[in-house]
């Protein structure tokens, strides 16, 4: 459990910082390019799974291609579903990119296949670099994820949401005393509670407009009662369960090309099927029926003034 979950002085759980931290920029080694970058993801994963939302909302996917990785807890790292630059694993990719290194081998990457390089592997700042510096290769360019007059709020949301909600889920389910979990436990309601009212009146975290917060929000939503309600022991509530939360999950979901991005048997396999320290058996559950995220949403008007103009 030790070697999974990096663990404090009190038995919470220590999340390790990324390593490759570069960008995309005309005066970066790393000039923006129509397939000259790939991401390395895990479908099961919620932070490789944000550049995948960002990438199918901005129409991005004939600029920059995706290689797909599966965990193998007998390998004990990512490996590809098929060979890339000469490699099976996520590792022997981190290794091409820079020998000897001795870090996580994580996803998402953003990988350079002209220099051979990792990019970056922060999937807050990937999902930063696809929403802006690929624009004249987009679909969907006028869309924008992080405008200038919103981003002290979404940074504000961002701040909150990952440590309580995006992290807050894994300092659960890998908390290794009682006073830890509940520590992390009653910080995850309290602030699901406070997005929960949030939402009464305003049909995303920051306004009428989707932006970079709500998808790091998604992700984490997506998985909720898949996985992170039972073998996280976050079951206080599941997120259908709550009044504006449920219905927000299925807007975000019903956004053109967004469900394409979610794959729910993953899911249930690798959280299930592959932390044996917390499902010793591997059993995969048969449940829970998705198709809820399917039922209209009705917040098309929700914090739009009804008042006749």
């Known amino acids: 459990m030790s070697q999974l979950a990096p663990r404090g002085k009190s038995g919470e759980y220590l999340r390790p910082s990324s390593q490759f931290r570069d960008s995309i920029g005309i005066d970066s080694p790393y000039p923006p390019a129509t397939g000259r970058y790939q991401l390395f993801v895990g479908l099961s994963c919620p932070w ?87 624009n004249e290769f987009a679909q969907y360019p006028e869309l924008e994820l992080y405008p200038e007059d919103l981003r002290e709020k979404i940074d504000w949301w961002n701040e909150k949401i990952y440590h309580a909600v995006n992290n807050g889920v894994y300092r659960c389910g890998l908390a290794q005393t009682q006073a830890a979990y509940l520590e992390a436990c009653n910080e995850l309601f309290a602030t699901l509670d406070e997005i929960d009212a949030a939402l009464a009146n305003s049909r995303y975290l920051c306004g009428d407009c989707v932006t970079l917060a709500d998808i790091r929000l998604f992700t984490t939503l997506f998985r909720f009662d898949i996985a992170y309600y039972g073998i996280f022991k976050c079951n206080r509530r599941r997120i259908q369960d709550y009044q504006h ?42 449940g829970p029926d998705m198709s809820s995220l399917l039922v209209p949403h009705g917040r098309e008007n929700i914090g739009k003034s009804t008042a006749n103009s």
């Open 48 to 134: 490789a799974h944000r550049t995948l939302v960002v990438r199918s909302l901005k129409g991005l996917e004939d600029a920059i291609s995706v290689a797909i990785a599966t965990p193998d807890p007998i390998q004990g790292g990512w490996v590809l579903h098929q060979q890339e630059e000469g490699c099976r694993s996520l590792a022997e990719l981190y290794q091409l990119a820079k020998s000897g290194y001795q870090g996580r081998c994580t996803v998402p990457v953003l990988w350079d296949k002209q220099t051979k390089a990792i990019v970056n592997n922060e999937s807050a700042e990937i999902i930063v670099i696809l929403n802006n510096a690929f």
């Open 245 to 286: 939360l449920g219905s927000y999950l299925r807007d975000l979901y019903q956004l053109p090309g967004v469900a394409d991005t979610c794959d729910l048997e993953s899911v249930k396999q690798d959280y299930y099927g592959n932390l044996f320290p917390l499902n010793p058996g591997g059993i995969i559950p048969a």
